[in-house]
């Protein structure tokens, strides 16, 4: 009888590999250059190069050598390759701007400038201006939330749970800052030119997003050449006939600072009316909602919980009829309708007049990889009478917080019935893996 | 020595290389190192020729490693390097005159049963494709850390299982068996 293998041998078998002549290999990297060819000549069991592939080389290798004599850093080819995680994994940020805004009853084209600054301290401490008026803003520190309207002279203030300041200021950070400075649309940044901003010489990419009807939008981010940091941003809104306008400026970031920046601290200014509130926080779950006819729809909390899997909170309905549920779900990567995600209902609650959903949205195709850079989505949903489609941009948390966060977004931003308990970070994975038992 | 952290996920090791910290090249040596041997033996059959092969990859990497386009995904980067390599060792031996008409002196020969079934394992596992030699060598090299890497493979944890899975079944296939015994 025929002995077959088995994890074991298998196992074994592997062990061969494992033997690392770790000494020999840093010889060898120790002596290597930093260009290619060198390496192309150290490989013994190649057959040498064609005279003309050997040609290429010397010139390659001679124009490296000119580009490194002239002053250019070689080692600045970050380009804006990893800007995102760098944001991501920041400590505190302090972002200074200005957005852009049509004068209410001012001449086509002309534009207010309206100065915005964030400041934000991972996990829960958050100051940003709001609204129009440079004397607003909202500050909050992970127990307390202050929202100061300078224009009503109104001040509201209460509790804000530690976790709901958590997501604020990763929303800040995610959407306002990381979205601000690379944006969410589909596409890839190409290099334009250098540039000096704030002294600092830089690296300038673009990316170009085409909207209906020949407008676009055009996203442009200033990399320092050394550190491949973000120093500044800005987004223009320009039309088929080719007339753009600035719609969003980031004039300087500020990462990791040592200090926190002399702010307002989370109580009331003296002179404002207060206003007591238990409904803080309620706000920063929305992601959207509005009306189509007798429908209305909103979206709350979305979470990326692996690579293209995401679990998202959201409500449809029609007013008129209840009972009907959606006929039509599909979400898809903005810029990939055709790349429908599949759709795991996970719980649909009838909580005070509503329907809510917690759905599990996974890559259907089984290529997976093709997600790991989308940062926006589309939740399209077709009921009787219309369709509506929304975007939506999930959040993201390092996965040891990740198991946490899943637990307490489905307890605190739609509280399910206690005979229904959250879903843990197992259990969706387990779903999307199509069974637990292939573990 | 560095001082890096060897914990550090590639994009932090990655750029430490790049910042000028050639020794922190090591840790991904270190952690691809198997993995990469592995795929060379897929090409050579030849366990030293495998060792020699993936030293080379390792020195192609760092020296390219410039053109990386996202850190993040340096494994899967280091895959398609090894690939390059391998493809151009099999040009190469395609070439050559001197080459032995008999097996190579240094092939590793089987001993025992054992080995000979050890033998039989990897040249099965050498003649699935490749997204499949690399998730099962991942999984057989790194065991519980193998969905780590199969993450910055391009595949999600949930897509490496699915894939392993998929992949053992092949195997089982290739080797004749009516169910997966190896797991």
Redesign the interface.
Known sequence: MTRQPTGDNARKAHERFRRHDERTFMVKLRRQQPDATSVERSHRNFKSAPAWVSAILVICAGGGLWFFMSGVDPQQAYGVVGVRDTLMQCKNMRVKGRRYQPVPGGAPGELREIPFEWYVERPGFYWITTGDDPGSYAVGDGSRHVDVNATTNTATTGRESPFTAEVRVERIIQRLIVGGVLGDSPGEHVKIGVDTVNSVKADVYEKRFQRQHGAYTRRVVWVDRVSGLPVAAATYHGEKNGHERPFFRIDSIGLNLTKRPNLATVTVPVGFQVEQTDNIGKDVHSISSGHIGDERFEFRMALLIDHGAVLVCWHYQDDADKQTAPNEIVFSPTGAPDRAFEHHPLRRTWINGRYWNWSLFAPGDGDESLYEHHESFRLHVGMRKATSSSSVTPLRFERARLADVILQAQSSTVPPPVSNEPNSLEELMAIVSGGRQLL | MTKLDTNLDD?HIV?AV???D??A??VV??RY???V??LC?DATQD?A?????S??V???A???L??L????RFAKWLVGVTRN?CR??RR?KS??RHDFLGQAPDA?QPTN??DA??????QAIAGLPERDRVV??AH??DGENAADMA?SL??????Y??QL?AALGRLARE???KEA???
């Not at chain 2, 079934?117 to 990897?122: A, F, M, P, Q, S």
């Not at chain 2, 391009?154 to 897509?159: K, N």
């Open positions: 994009s750029r790049l910042e000028g050639t020794e090249f090591v040596y270190r190192n198997a993995l041997q592995s033996w366990v020729m495998a060792q020699d092969l030293q080379d390792f020195l192609r760092y020296s390219r410039a053109s386009p996202d850190s993040e390599v151009e060792w190469s070439r050559d590793a049963d054992m079934l050890n033998d039989k394992l990897l099962i060598h057989y090299l993450e391009g595949l999600s944890r949930a897509g299982y699915k899975k080797l004749g068996s015994m190896l797991e």
